[in-house]
Structure formats: C-alpha cells, structure tokens
C-alpha cells in the first residue's frame, strides 16, 4: 500500500510550519441572523483555538452553536441573512475575515478541510466516489486522470475501505454509512489540510461503527499532525480522543479546560449536568440525570447567566449579570459566578 506522499519539494518547511503553535483562534466571535421573527443570537463572543496536533472537542446540546462557529471559520454562512457584526478568526494569524473570497477559496479544502454529519447528503449520488476524488486532485493539483485515480485508490486505502482498487468506481449508495463516512475523510484528507473540523461525525452511525470511524480519524490526526476539531453533543465519544475541551450553551463557551480535568473536576454547572447525563457501566440500572429544562430562545437570551433558568446553583446575580469567562487555572476556564463553589463540588 502507498501513502499520500508529501510534496517533495518543501517537506522541511511544511514540517517547520506544522510544528509552530496555534493554527487557528477564533476571538470574540458573534454571528446573528436576520430573520422575519428577528435576530437570532447564535454566536455572542466565542473564542477557542487550537494548534497543530492538537484535538479540541467543541460540546454543547443542539443549537448552542457549535455548527454556526464552524461555519464561520469556513466562511460558507449565507450572508445574509448570516451576519458576522463583531470577532476576528485567525489562521497562522491571519483574520479570515478580512480576507478575500479568493484568498478564502485557497485555503477551504487545502489549508482547512471539514467532514459533515450527513455523508450522503454531501456526496454526489450520480457521481462514483472515486471520481468525486479524483476531482480534488485534479481541480488543487492538476494531475492527469490516471495519477488522480491512483491516489484515490491510495487514500481509499488509508481510510481502510477493503478492496479499495475495486470499489473505486462504485457509487455512494453502494457503501454502507461507516464507509461513506469513510469517504468524507478521505475528501477532507486528500490535500492534506493542517486543520479538520469534523461536525458530529459520527452522530448518524452504529455505535460499533462510531468507535472505529473515530478511532481512524484520530489515528490519521495524530499520523498528519493535523488540528482537529471535534464537534459533538456526546461527551462519552471524546473522552479517548480529545485533548482539550469547550463547552458551549447558547452561543459561548461556558467552561474550556484539558480533557481530563474537566472530567475529573467541573467547574461549571453546565459542565457538570452534562457529565451527570452520561450512561456509565457501573450505574446499570439507576436513572440516568438530565439538565431539567431547555435551552433558551436565541431570539430573546435571558438576562444574565443564560443557563440561570435551568441551573440548580442560580443566584440573584446570576438572573442580571453576566458572567464573565473565569480563570481556573492554566488552559482553564468558566463562565460562571460561583466557579469556585461547583469545581470544590
Ligand atoms: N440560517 C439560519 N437562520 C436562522 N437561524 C439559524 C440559521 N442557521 C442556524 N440558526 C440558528 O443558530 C443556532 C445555532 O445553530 P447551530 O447549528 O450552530 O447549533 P448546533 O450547536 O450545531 O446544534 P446541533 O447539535 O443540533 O447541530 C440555532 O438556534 C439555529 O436555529
Ligand atoms: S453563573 Fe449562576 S446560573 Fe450561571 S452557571 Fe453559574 S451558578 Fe449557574
Ligand atoms: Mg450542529
């Protein structure tokens, strides 16, 4: 079996650029929609980041903003009626945002590749996967028919899809949803981007299959020093694979922490139902624990700590001000009044 061979003509600075620190931070972003009912609030002042080798899993319940973040770094918001009113995304320290729709189009799929929930929705059913492939190398690389085919035959290979000199001309629907979800790696993996954003990847398969579609994915970051991040609403998944982690409710981040000390010692409320409500083993049988209420209306974010409403530990002054992003420690942070009170439990 080959492998994707990188271009031999700049290895060392490719290798120099992959080992300096952050790739993309994301600073104080908002993103508002412009709807006939008003302004959706889906992004109020995110900020993450994170570096080459790096995995940081972005957690939160469904509509926290955890797609409409990703969307923004991508630059594929509709706008309008998206809106992008206040933040900076930085990429080798360079605001995309300020960039232009060319120099954007360079580095979308080269430079920072995404991997989508849905595979056969982002596929091409009347298109063989293989030409789909092939596409990339050819439109980014210009090759000839044959040496994009036979690194799609490579990378089909790299993603372990059995047979792959075989099924290279089969259609979408002729792969199982593991295997499609396979494919959409090799897409985002084919020009060797230095950051993947997977958007709950693995939400629409089998359990079985969710642990090896993960495992791959984490195995092909580690092999590429690629930043990685995991965007999921399922803490159990990213426990092995993550490094760091944010949490988001209702388009900020409330906590962000490295992955074992969060797990080990919350330091927010949010943070601390969302652990509760996770099946464990060793429980088999008792209730599972779930965050009582719903996530708030973006059109109309409650005053204050916008988890307030549902929060067990929720004071006077969580229902006015709001609380700001906390140091916890080193790498450590929580948006939460009374952080120190929840971290000592
Ligand atoms: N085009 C749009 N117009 C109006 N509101 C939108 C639009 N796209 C997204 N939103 C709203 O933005 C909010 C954040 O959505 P987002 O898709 O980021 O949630 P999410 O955290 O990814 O949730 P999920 O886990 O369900 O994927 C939601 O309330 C959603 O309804
Ligand atoms: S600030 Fe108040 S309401 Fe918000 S999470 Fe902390 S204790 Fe709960
Ligand atoms: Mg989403």
Not at 164 to 171: I, L
Not at 174 to 182: A, I, K, Y
Not at 231 to 257: C, N, P, Q, S, W
Request: hydrophobic share 40%.
């Amino acid at each position: 079996m080959t492998t994707i061979s990188k271009p031999a003509d700049v290895p060392a600075q490719r290798d120099r650029d992959k080992s300096e620190g952050t790739l993309l931070e994301v600073r104080d972003l908002h993103v508002e929609f412009h709807t006939r009912d008003g302004v959706v609030k889906a992004v109020n002042g995110v900020n993450y980041s994170v570096s080459a080798g790096e995995t940081l899993a972005v957690l939160g319940e469904s509509g926290s903003g955890k797609s409409v973040t990703a969307q923004a770094i991508m630059g594929i918001l509709d706008m309008p009626p998206a809106k992008i009113p206040q933040g900076e995304i930085l990429f080798r320290g360079q605001d995309m945002l300020k960039m232009s729709g060319e120099q954007r189009r360079k580095i979308r799929g080269a430079k920072i590749a995404m991997i989508f929930q849905d595979a056969l929705s982002s596929l091409n059913p009347v298109l063989s996967v293989g030409y789909q492939l092939s596409e990339m190398f050819r439109v980014h690389q210009g090759l000839s028919k044959k040496a994009a085919k036979a690194k799609s035959i490579d990378l089909m290979d790299r993603v372990k899809i059995p047979a792959a000199s075989k099924r290279v001309d089969d259609y979408p629907h002729q792969f199982s949803g593991g295997m499609r979800q396979r494919i959409m790696i090799a897409m985002a993996l084919a020009l060797e981007p230095d950051l993947i954003i997977a958007d709950e990847p693995t939400t629409a398969l089998d359990v079985t299959v969710q642990a090896q579609v993960m495992d791959l994915l984490a195995d092909l970051q580690r092999e590429f020093n690629m930043g990685l991040i995991l965007i999921t609403h399922d803490l159990g998944v990213v426990a092995d694979v993550a490094d760091k982690i944010a949490v988001m409710y209702a388009g900020r981040i409330v906590e962000h922490a490295p992955v074992h000390e969060l797990y080990k010692t919350p330091a927010h409320p949010y943070t601390r139902g969302l652990l509760d409500s996770i099946p464990r083993l060793d429980q088999k049988g008792q209730e599972l624990y779930a965050i009582k209420g719903l996530p708030p209306n973006l059109l109309n974010i409650p005053p204050g700590c916008a988890f307030n409403p549902r929060c067990p530990k929720a004071q006077d002054i969580c229902r006015t001000e709001v609380p700001a992003l906390h140091t916890v420690a080193d790498a450590r942070g929580s948006a939460c009044h009374f952080w120190e009170e929840t971290i000592n439990g």
